[in-house]
């Protein structure tokens, strides 16, 4: 049964770490935030996938822009810490018009990045397009369908769903990777801060 929870990560199992089947995969997304984060942990085994986790990181009392980065970091790492996830999937920043949302968003998910680097957990960014499109078909889905389309796929029941849309869609993030991981072609993904960096020269300063 898929566990949920917001802000805490009390479980009523073990880390998914210990006596890991040969060809399981562990795949956690993220679907960035600066007032909710989401996240969902899918796990893999062979062509079967199966969701473990949903939640997201609630950041709506903390008033200090700095404050959130620092909590996002720490949030993040512990989710890691506890599902040892083999790849990240973390949806890409949404190019709208307000330049400031545009600059948080884009922030706290170089933070996420930042906690997946730093726990050496390869990193794979697709666009919000591209996850809808491969879950519903169509780039222009809305997060209600695919939330649904993700009902159906993971079986998962009504109680199961109660959450915010952020952590479905980080859910999906981790199932559009796991559905194109065959072909890596249509992915960004980095495997240390020198390849952020070089991949990302107008994103990091210095």
């Not at 499109?133 to 199961?160: F, N, P, W, Y």
């Not at 559009?176 to 495997?191: A, G, L």
Request: hydrophobic share 40%.
């Amino acid at each position: 049964m898929i566990k949920q929870h917001n802000e805490s990560l009390t479980t009523n199992t073990p880390s998914l770490g210990g006596g890991r089947r040969r060809f399981e995969k562990i795949i956690l997304g993220i679907d960035p935030g600066t007032n909710l984060m989401g996240y969902g942990v899918l796990k893999v085994l062979g062509n079967k996938a199966e969701a473990v986790a949903l939640g997201v990181i609630d950041m709506h009392k903390i008033d200090d822009g700095y404050l959130k980065l620092g909590h996002i970091y720490e949030r993040v790492s512990g989710i890691i810490q506890s599902y040892l996830p083999d790849e990240l999937a973390i949806e890409a920043p949404f190019f709208g018009k307000n330049v400031q949302s545009m600059l948080k968003l884009g922030r706290a998910q170089g933070v996420a990045i930042a906690a997946a680097i730093q726990h050496d957990v390869p990193i794979h960014e697709y666009a919000p397009m591209k996850i809808k499109m491969a879950l519903t078909g169509t780039g222009g889905a809305s997060k209600e369908q695919v939330a649904g389309m993700l009902q159906r796929i993971l079986h998962l029941d009504e109680e199961q769903m109660r959450q915010h849309f952020d952590a479905t869609d980080a859910l999906a993030a981790a199932y559009c990777h796991f559905m194109q991981s065959n072909r890596p072609q249509n992915t960004v993904s980095y495997r240390s801060w020198k390849d952020f960096a070089n991949k990302n020269k107008d994103r990091v300063q210095g």
